[in-house]
């Protein structure tokens, strides 16, 4: 075996978590990238970094077989059970080390190494109260801090100034714990120590959305100032999950920057996977410290969470006045569905809901309180077809041409793929209400009666959407081959997840006017009776009967 091997082996014995480093050949990097490689001999071998790191001698071994000359990286943070500082002489971290000693009082000898540039690798025990987390001169120049998902290259690595990685401590001084005031510096803790927030209190979607943008403008920039892709979304999904953000928002952004990755020049692709691994790491650790502002809400959530109103309190609160975007039928930041038989017209009856929507025209006799903005993606019919049922109802309803009615065709079998896409496009044109005609188009072909399946890969999707975004969705559905007396298709779980459940009656004959629009379930009001329309065939729409 190498002596880069039997070193890595060696680690992972210790409990230390390893994984394979780039190494300097001929005055440059390894990679591919070569004399322009930004980080020479430094910069993880493997796809995901870090991650990748373990102490299965099985899979070890076969990286520095493959790769028998691979610097060795040791990740730190808690599943290691160490941390380091990473202290660089030519930028006056020397000076700094002694200059904190002599302020707060000397350091215990824990193990010490020599870089191959000639600094300074100092490692402590992770501390089990505390989160360590990366830091560049945060606790002063020239002195780095590496903690929870960073990692140091460790002896005997190659430096590309053709100096080596080596341990100071030949008798192997033991993994010391840090002293307070030095972990004090490392985690940025303040002299008041705040009280932690329980990891199951998060943000509500429409906060969590705004930081959620907040740190993916942040993920854009590194990204445009020529920082790693992998980097870039360690940091975005660290930052919402210390954030609190839920993972299902955070997870919407991933279609989204895989686009960046897609589109950024570069001589590594980012397969998906990557990305979800990183997500799915972010959030297995522990919360760090949120920003401020976040705090502040979750500080009020919390208090409200610990201190529920009495029933004296409960009973004296004034009931919510819901928002509607139609009185009493279509309310406002909620998920609706529309159940109607083939043929019965429940486009037609959308596409002139959502012009009265949008012009501000009541809609069957009820009140719309103001214009709103709404989004049709169009997944059934053709084309034509919607531009003449729009035409009539602009004729009969006299309505003018710049309203904000937007259709978007779409094929609906990519809809849980397109989430993220369609959540941005709801987020940058501030939709009301969102229209997907039809939920079956959606599927793809999987058992549609399966309540767990059309939960967990159609519904629970469309929520965290309609959630994160503030809007209302409306799906359009049809009902199983047994007729509309069986419901929705998977039924059980459409109804039992939506917020009001609507049906159009129709007796399937061609030459009936007549329909019946119920309301089956409304959450947000008692259900509204029975409604007879009739289909007014010269004017192509329908009216009250």
């Known amino acids: 075996m190498s002596e880069l091997l039997d070193a890595a082996l060696a680690y992972a014995a210790k409990g230390w978590r390893v994984f394979p480093v780039w190494w300097p050949r001929h005055g440059a990097c390894a990679c591919p990238k070569g004399q322009t490689c930004g980080s020479p001999g430094k910069h993880p071998l493997t796809a995901n970094g870090c991650l990748d790191a373990t102490t299965d001698i099985t899979t070890i071994e ?22 380091g500082l990473d202290i660089d002489t030519a930028k006056g971290g020397e000076i700094t080390f002694e200059e904190l000693q002599r302020n707060y009082g000397a350091l215990p000898i824990s193990m010490r190494a020599k870089s191959g540039s000639g600094g300074l690798h100092v490692f402590f025990r992770y501390p089990d109260a505390r989160r360590i987390s ?39 001084e033991p993994l010391e714990d840090a002293p307070d005031w030095l972990l004090d510096l490392a985690s940025a803790a303040t002299k008041e120590a705040k009280a932690a927030i329980p990891s199951d209190i998060t943000l509500d979607p429409l906060p969590a959305v705004n930081v959620a943008e907040k740190a993916y403008g942040k993920a854009l920039r590194e990204v445009a100032e020529g920082q790693s892709r992998h980097v870039a979304f360690v940091r975005f999904t660290q930052q919402c ?3 609190a953000v839920p993972e299902a928002v955070a997870s919407l952004y991933l279609p989204l920057f895989k686009r960046v990755c897609d589109s950024s020049p570069s001589d590594r692709i980012v ?4 990305l979800w691994t990183v997500l799915n790491w972010a959030y297995a650790g522990d919360r760090r410290d949120p920003w401020d502002s976040v705090r502040e809400m979750l500080e009020e959530k919390r208090a409200a969470i610990a201190a529920p109103p009495t029933f004296a309190e409960w009973l004296a609160e004034p009931l919510p006045d819901h928002d509607w975007l139609i009185d009493g039928l279509i309310p406002a930041s909620s998920l609706i569905i529309l159940l109607a038989e083939s043929r019965a017209g429940k486009s037609t009856l959308t596409t002139q809901m959502l012009m009265c929507m949008a012009s501000g025209q009541p809609f069957l006799g009820m009140r719309v309180r103001q214009p709103r903005r709404v989004l ?7 084309r034509k077809g919607r531009r003449d049922r729009a035409l009539a109802a602009k004729r009969a309803l006299d309505i003018h041409d710049n ?5 978007e065709p779409a094929d609906f079998t990519e809809f849980t793929f397109r989430a993220g896409k369609v959540r941005e496009l709801v987020l940058s044109n501030k939709f009301d209400l969102v229209v997907g005609d039809t939920l079956g188009l959606m599927w793809g072909g999987d058992d549609e009666n399966d309540n767990a399946s059309w939960g967990n890969l159609v519904m629970a999707p469309i929520r965290e959407m309609q959630r994160s975004t ?8 049809h009902p199983p081959k047994t007729g509309i007396d069986g419901g929705a298709r998977g039924a059980g779980r459409i109804f039992a997840d939506s917020d009001t459940f609507i049906t159009l009656e129709w007796s399937k004959q061609l030459s009936d006017p007549y329909r019946r629009l ?28």
């Open 62 to 83: 076969g990286w520095w077989l493959e790769n028998p000359r691979a610097n060795v990286g040791i990740a730190m943070g808690a599943e290691s059970g160490i941390w």
């Open 134 to 172: 990366n830091s560049t001169s945060k606790i002063g120049p020239g002195i780095d801090c590496r903690g929870a998902g960073g990692y140091l290259v460790a002896p005997p690595s190659q430096h590309i100034s053709g100096g080596k990685y080596t341990w100071l401590d030949v008798d192997e």
């Open 241 to 243: 999950h210390d954030n």
């Open 271 to 274: 397969p998906e996977r990557e």
């Open 376 to 382: 049709y993606i169009a997944a059934e019919g053709n």
């Open 403 to 407: 309203i904000p009615f937007h259709v």
């Open 470 to 477: 503030g809007a209302s969705f409306l799906l359009i559905t």
């Open 518 to 545: 119920i309301v089956e379930k409304q959450k947000m009001a008692e259900e509204a009776p029975a409604m007879r329309l009739i289909f007014d065939k010269e004017n192509a729409i329908f009216r009250r009967a």
